[in-house]
């Protein structure tokens, strides 16, 4: 009898020892080969998702309302030659504003994309191609907006002088075992102008303090 009892513990204890250590290999198994994969897909996904939302506002946001004279103030002496081009910081400002919102609010209202991984990609196997995993991800990310301005030549003795946001933002992917963050960042024109003549010497832009970063 106690023969008996004594097997069956062993046993008992075998199959917990079996059982651990497999899923101790299950778990690398997922680490090693799953995971990369669930975030290289995750990221384009999440990609695609920011730079739909920053788009999206752009468009209703800024749309044409946003004149280069509304931005840029210039300055010429009694010749007509430019001097000077000052920002208009305070506008600018409230348009960073206005545009960091709107891509965190376009962020919220995208539904969590829905990725669908073959079997033979996460088992790093090309002789099983299917089924296909379903797995959701659901995007939370920061924003951050800020001006800038470039000179590009056009042509003899005209420059283009060029005024565009630069937006910021970090999406996050979570779901079981996978969690990462992705930054996707996008400069868009919005407006400019064409200089004849020299360029100023001098030029005030946006100061690195007028950043804005707006966190969800």
Do not use: W
């Not at 990221?43 to 939302?53: D, M, N, P, R, V």
């Not at 073959?118 to 790093?124: A, K």
């Not at 630069?166 to 996978?178: A, C, E, R, S, Y």
């Amino acid at each position: 009898m106690r023969s008996r009892n004594r097997s069956k513990k062993i046993k008992i204890y075998l199959i917990i020892v079996f059982t651990v250590v497999l899923g101790i290999y299950v778990y690398n198994i997922i680490n090693r080969n799953v995971r990369p994969t669930i975030l290289a897909m995750c990221e384009i996904q999440a990609k695609k998702i920011a730079t739909q939302a920053i788009n999206d506002a752009i468009k209703s946001t800024i749309k044409d309302n946003v004149k280069y004279k509304d931005l840029i103030f210039v300055k010429q002496d009694n010749s007509g030659k430019i001097t000077m081009m000052q920002a208009n910081t305070g506008l600018m400002n409230g348009i960073a504003s206005d545009v960091a919102l709107e891509v965190q609010e376009k962020i919220r209202q995208i539904p969590g994309g829905t990725i669908k991984i073959p079997i033979g990609n996460i088992l790093n196997s090309q002789l099983i191609p299917g089924p296909r995993i379903k797995l959701d991800l659901e995007p939370h990310g920061s924003v951050t907006v800020d001006f800038g301005t470039e000179f590009v030549e056009s042509g003899i003795n005209q420059t283009i002088h060029r005024v565009y946001l630069t937006i910021i933002t970090d999406v996050k992917i979570i779901f079981p075992l996978v969690s990462d963050t992705v930054t996707v960042s996008a400069n868009i024109p919005i407006a400019e102008t064409v200089i004849v003549g020299d360029v100023p010497e001098s030029y005030i832009t946006v100061p690195e303090e007028n950043i804005l970063n707006i966190i969800r």
